[in-house]
């Protein structure tokens, strides 16, 4: 199993993010005649500062959601431990709710 894959995927998508926001700047700024030294410059600074920009904001984003999801997991875990048939009757609330026919369900044990 590959763990951080995710967070791979996201970064590698804000960093082309980034780096498609400032080929259009940096298109404009060609387009408008700036002399060839300045635009070496002008070109590699906007797509680091956006590659980076960008691929460290998405990396922050899905470890945060990451991070919410490990620990509702933990509160429900312990949920289970505490109070093992109320949350036997929320699973069936929630298949019931979802369509499962109350008779075809068959009673947990846990």
């Known amino acids: 199993m590959i ?18 926001s400032n080929a259009s700047l940096i298109f404009g700024i ?10 070496v410059l002008l070109t590699v600074l906007p797509f680091m500062a956006g ?4 691929g460290a ?6 470890r945060s959601q990451r991070e919410m999801l490990e ?3 933990d509160l429900e875990r312990s949920e289970l431990e505490l109070y093992p048939e109320e949350e ?3 699973l069936a609330f929630i298949y019931q709710a979802r369509g499962l026919p ?9």
């Open 3 to 20: 763990r951080g894959g995710n967070n791979i995927r996201a970064a590698i998508f804000g960093v082309n993010d980034g780096l498609v």
């Open 30 to 39: 060609a387009g408008a005649g700036v002399h060839q030294h300045s635009m």
């Open 51 to 54: 590659a980076c920009s960008m």
């Open 57 to 62: 904001g998405e990396y922050v984003s899905v």
């Open 71 to 73: 620990y509702q997991l």
């Open 88 to 90: 036997a009757a929320e």
């Open 102 to 110: 109350k008779k075809k369900q068959k009673r947990w044990r846990i």
